[in-house]
């Protein structure tokens, strides 16, 4: 063992020794310690624990007043499906293959019941 | 929330729970953190009074930091032991340019202990050897073989990179054993072979 080691070795043993050793904390320094911990949280509110995030459709491009109109706009189209204006082909009745004119007699036929050939 | 309980939490869960008012909390986070920072103060200062002042600061900013903390960000004890490396650097700065050293008298020993008079003796004589490293080579030195933090955990309290760590903390044994060296019978540490 050279002079070098021995000497590391009883630095390690002082440094150990110095590590196990430490002094107590002093009990007056505690108090201190645990004194301002109280002043601290009696200064300022109470922070609020975790918040647990609302489900939000913010992230939608407009967000809740972009989602009503959403929502508007697809009753609106719904209904317009079901009861067409009279100014727009019955898209229902061409998919499902009647022919418009059969529509278009039938509400024919149904606004007068004859009425029209009654008075003359 | 009861202490028993407390003791198997986390410190940055502490924290949060001390923001929101919990003094158990506060309690807790204290007796497992207070002495890493005053023995960390006390190695860097050789001073008591001076080490009681810097600990109680630290924990001072701890308690204003605590609703501010990050959960799962850096280590709590990380941020304290840099924190108090800094308030040390700023103390043992003062000191320099007010041309003060004061040395802290050593405590009396009980009277006619002769192992415990060489046991404080070398307690003292380490403390004078730490005193007389320059710096940040004190503080590695300290924060490695007393304090027995890890090279990369010092490195992120210092802020440097673990190679200069592990340079900082060889220069500075070098010249601990380079200061025990004219000593040994006077400390008496025993001889190896």
Same mark, same amino acid.
């Given at each position: 063992?050279?002079? /070098?080691? $021995? +000497?590391?070795? $009883?630095?390690?043993?002082?440094?150990?020794?110095?590590? &196990? +050793? /430490?002094?107590?904390?002093?009990?007056?320094?505690? +108090?201190?310690?645990?004194?301002?911990?109280?002043?601290? /949280? +009696?200064?300022?509110?109470?922070?609020?624990?975790?918040? &647990? $995030?609302?489900r939000s459709f913010s992230w939608l491009p407009g967000g809740w007043p972009g989602l009503g109109g959403l929502v508007a706009a697809t009753c609106a189209g719904f209904w317009i499906g079901v009861s067409p204006p009279d100014l727009l082909p019955d898209t229902g009745a061409v998919l499902l293959g009647y022919d418009v004119s059969e529509t278009a007699g039938f509400a024919g036929g149904a606004d007068g019941f004859g009425w029209d050939a009654e008075e003359g | 929330?009861?202490?028993?309980?407390?003791?198997?939490?986390?410190?940055?869960?502490?924290?949060?729970?001390?923001?929101?008012?919990?003094?158990? =909390?506060?309690?807790?986070?204290?007796?497992?953190?207070?002495?890493?920072?005053?023995? !960390? =103060? #006390?190695?860097?200062?050789?001073? !008591?009074?001076?080490?009681?002042?810097?600990? !109680?600061?630290?924990?001072? #900013?701890?308690? #204003?930091?605590?609703?501010?903390?990050? !959960?799962?960000g850096a280590k709590v004890t990380t941020w304290l032991y840099r924190v108090t490396a800094n308030l040390c650097t700023d103390r043992l700065r003062k000191r320099r340019s007010t041309g003060l050293d004061d040395v802290e008298e050593p405590a009396d020993p009980a009277p006619g202990a002769e192992q415990r008079l060489q046991t404080r003796a070398r307690a003292d004589a380490l403390q004078q050897a730490l005193d007389s490293l320059p710096e940040r080579q004190r503080q590695a030195v300290v924060l490695r073989h007393i304090e027995g933090l890890s090279?990369?955990?010092?490195?992120?309290?210092?802020?440097?990179?673990?190679?200069?760590?592990?340079?900082?903390?060889? #220069?500075?044994?070098?010249?601990?054993?380079?200061?025990f060296a004219g000593r040994r019978d006077e400390l008496g540490i025993a001889e190896d072979d």
């Open positions: 063992m050279t002079d /070098q080691d $021995r +000497s590391t070795n $009883r630095l390690d043993a002082l440094l150990q020794e110095a590590a &196990r +050793s /430490q002094d107590d904390v002093p009990a007056a320094l505690t +108090s201190r310690v645990l004194a301002d911990a109280a002043r601290v /949280q +009696s200064e300022r509110p109470v922070a609020p624990g975790p918040v &647990r $995030r609302r | 929330m009861p202490r028993d309980t407390l003791s198997e939490v986390s410190d940055d869960a502490l924290l949060l729970l001390f923001a929101q008012g919990d003094s158990d =909390a506060s309690r807790v986070l204290t007796a497992r953190l207070l002495p890493r920072v005053y023995h !960390q =103060a #006390r190695r860097m200062l050789g001073d !008591q009074s001076e080490a009681e002042d810097v600990a !109680q600061d630290a924990m001072m #900013r701890l308690w #204003r930091m605590a609703p501010d903390w990050e !959960q799962g090279n990369p955990e010092i490195a992120e309290i210092m802020e440097i990179s673990t190679e200069a760590v592990e340079s900082l903390t060889a #220069r500075g044994k070098r010249a601990l054993a380079a200061v």
